[in-house]
Nanobody, 123 residues
Framework: QVRLVESGGGMRQPGDSLTLSCTASGRTFANYALGWFRQSPGKEREFVASIRWGGGSIYYADSVKGRFTISRDDAKDVVYLQMNNLGPEDTAVYYC????????????????WGQGTQVTVSS
């Protein structure tokens, strides 16, 4: 059974940084893309970033490009999201996801999902 467990969420002030982690288990994730979506109250879940197995292809939403960095440790099946210069607009539940079919998730819904971790940015 595939399991994705996020950690690292919390409260930050505008301009702060925060790193999220997601540990995948339950199968081998070789050739799986891993990544992140987020959902704010009253809004649809939106793509944040995704990374291909091996890190050869990386994709970001325009809203986070230049501020967020996605990376993964394939030996540990962990994906990270380093978030810098956070703003109130980044407040959301952040969901980890995994998929074997596609690695660009800008217009795609991955198959496996975690339970989410809350990130709140407020002064």
């Amino acid at each position: 059974q595939v399991r994705l467990v996020e950690s690292g969420g919390g409260m930050r002030q505008p301009g702060d940084s925060l790193t999220l982690s997601c540990t995948a288990s339950g199968r081998t994730f070789a050739n799986y893309a891993l990544g992140w979506f987020r959902q704010s109250p009253g809004k649809e879940r939106e793509f944040v970033a995704s990374i291909r197995w091996g890190g050869g292809s990386i994709y970001y939403a325009d809203s986070v490009k230049g501020r967020f960095t996605i990376s993964r440790d394939d030996a540990k099946d962990v994906v990270y999201l380093q978030m810098n210069n956070l703003g109130p607009e980044d407040t959301a539940v952040y969901y980890c996801a995994a998929d074997a079919t596609a690695d660009n998730w800008k217009d795609y819904r991955p198959y496996y999902w975690g339970q989410g971790t809350q990130v709140t940015v407020s002064s």
